[in-house]
């Protein structure tokens, strides 16, 4: 009874959203319900491949969904921005008091704490991992001080409830389309064996996660909330729809993190990143987590990226950029908010921390810590986990540590 009664409140919330339910006959085998998230993607889907709406509307009856009278809302035929028109929110990141552990167990608790890094995929996100878990690691045991630097979206992890007081969020972002095909790369051509052609790039490209109206991949990992609006329709391609709940997702991101990092600039996000945390100079030394040949964690060949002209011509579109609007807008307010966090720093005191971070990884090069360095996968494609596990702070994260402990403790920094 109790059952019959939550499926019942369960289809009249669907109603009063807009959407009409009806059970499928026994040939159909069961009810299939539509949330407005899956509508809207096969709206999409149809509209790309030029069907009219009265068709879309017909197959989606087909389908068991009713579009509601005011459907012209549903379906976002409004004429939105150019993506070059959005407004790009910037912020100058404050300093901290020095960094301090936070025991395993308190964070734990509804109220995050500690360090928690957001590894976006295909953002060097294990190289940023090694950094966020050697700084936690030098100052004391996994229990002692926890850090979160496994994959998982953000809005899944409760960051959002994190006690900000006694814990750091930050991620690294990337330039969209350098992420969005290196990410084909790794896990559909690599991984998934297929073939890297132009098609099936760009139609990568197009339907992949977070290039249907979601404003983007990198977007949508990092937030620490849900999507709140569609940003792209297939009616405007080259326009971006909502523009100002987009640029004020963005500025909501920017607000959540303690720091936001960019990948092109890595020594210059890190040297940032030591100086507001008030670190040491050793605790941002790293060895590049790709440095291992050409397999990935897992054994398998990674296949280089590349582009042809015809996709590069398409990642340079406007309906590109319209796709990836979330994307492109918090890449740029990274990128901006840097120099903005620099500035406040002060030039004087970044350039003299740069300078000391460079040294250190001269040192490190002369040391040759990424070639003694043990990842899981060798040189070679072979195994070797077990002996990764005595020089990685946690998979192909912070390899080489045991190096880098020894190169910190022969300078003075």
Not at 12 to 25: A, D, F, H, L, P
Not at 50 to 56: D, N, V
Not at 110 to 115: D, L, W
Request: glycine share 6%; charged share 30%.
């Amino acid at each position: 009874m109790r059952k019959r009664r939550m499926l019942q409140h369960r289809k009249i919330r669907k109603q009063q959203r807009g959407w009409e339910v009806r059970r499928m006959s026994t040939h159909e085998a069961r009810t299939v319900l539509k949330s407005k998230a899956e509508v809207m993607r096969e709206i999409i889907r149809r509209r790309a491949l030029g069907e009219p709406r009265e068709s879309i509307h017909a197959a989606l009856a087909a389908m068991g969904v009713k579009l509601p009278s005011n459907s012209a809302n549903v379906s976002l035929f409004t004429a939105g921005v150019s993506p070059w028109e959005l407004e790009v929110p910037v912020r100058a990141f404050p300093e901290r008091a020095a960094f301090k552990c936070e025991a395993a167990r308190d964070s734990r608790r509804v109220g995050r704490r500690g360090m928690l890094f957001v590894k976006v995929p295909r953002c060097a996100s294990s190289t940023g991992a090694g950094v966020a878990l050697r700084i936690v690691r030098r100052r004391g045991t996994a229990e002692q001080c926890y850090a979160d630097a496994d994959h998982g979206w953000a809005s899944r992890k409760a960051f959002r409830r994190r006690d900000r007081r006694r814990s750091v969020l930050w991620t690294f972002v990337r330039d969209p389309a350098a992420r969005a095909v290196s990410m084909i790369f790794h896990f559909r051509v690599s991984r998934g064996g297929n073939e890297p052609t132009d098609e099936y790039i760009r139609g990568q490209l197009r339907y992949a996660p977070g290039g249907s109206g979601d404003g983007g991949f990198m977007a949508r990992y990092v937030s620490t909330s849900t999507v709140p609006a569609s940003f792209w329709t297939a009616e405007q391609p080259q326009r971006v729809q909502n523009p100002a709940k987009l640029q004020r997702w963005v500025r909501e991101m920017l607000s959540e993190y303690d720091f936001v990092g960019v990948v092109e600039r890595m020594d210059e996000s890190l040297v940032a990143l030591r100086l507001l945390l008030r670190l040491n100079a050793s605790d941002i030394a790293y060895v590049s987590a790709k440095q291992h040949g050409g397999f990935d964690d897992l054994c398998r060949r990674i296949v280089p990226s590349f582009v042809s002209e015809s996709t590069r011509t398409f990642l340079a579109s406007d309906e590109w950029r319209a796709r990836q609007a979330a994307d492109y807008t918090l890449y740029a307010a990274a990128n901006q908010s840097l120099d903005a966090t620099i500035e406040r720093i002060g030039r004087a005191r970044f350039d003299k921390a740069m300078a000391e971070h460079r040294r250190l990884l001269r040192l490190v090069a002369e040391a040759k810590c990424a070639e003694t360095a043990v990842f899981p996968c060798s040189s070679t494609g072979r195994r070797q986990r077990r002996a990764a596990a005595k020089d990685c702070y946690m998979n192909d994260s912070g390899c080489g540590y045991r190096c880098l402990d020894r190169v910190a403790a022969s300078v003075d920094l």
